[in-house]
DNA sequence: CACCTGACCGTGT
DNA sequence: TACACGGCCAGGT
């Protein structure tokens, strides 16, 4: 089925606590694959059919909310991430450094 | 079966 | 330090 990896990513994404941001490469490191962080974007495009995954707590690796763009509105995705408490400017996570959450080091490593 | 696209990342200049 | 180019992985047509 098209979401094995999917599935890895998704598992990863609601892990993400509220308040918290990490990049797709960090989920991809964690799956095993630091190379697919392009592939994690693409589950996050199909994730949007699960709304039940936090894509907005999912952002590129200079902390830029890419992927707002893809939400509904125009500001959806910062609002998302502001309403959690992480301070977004100009579709850039502020304290990105603070607010970063590595799968890799929070996480227990992948089974 | 082969080619193209895509919410990226790393390295070089 | 900032900008630009190439490369990798996975999915869809």
Redesign the pocket.
Known sequence: M?????DRVYAVVVQIPAGRVT????I?AYLG????????????????NKPEIP??R?????GLL??????QGTNL?AQLLESEGVRIINDQVQDFNEVFWDPVKELPPLE
């Not at 890419?66 to 939400?71: A, E, S, Y």
């Open positions: 098209a979401g094995d990896f999917f990049c797709y490469g960090a991809a694959t630091p190379r697919s962080s392009r592939a994690v974007g693409y589950a996050m495009n199909a994730a949007h894509a907005q999912v952002v590129n690796r200079k890419t992927g707002k763009h893809h939400f995705m």
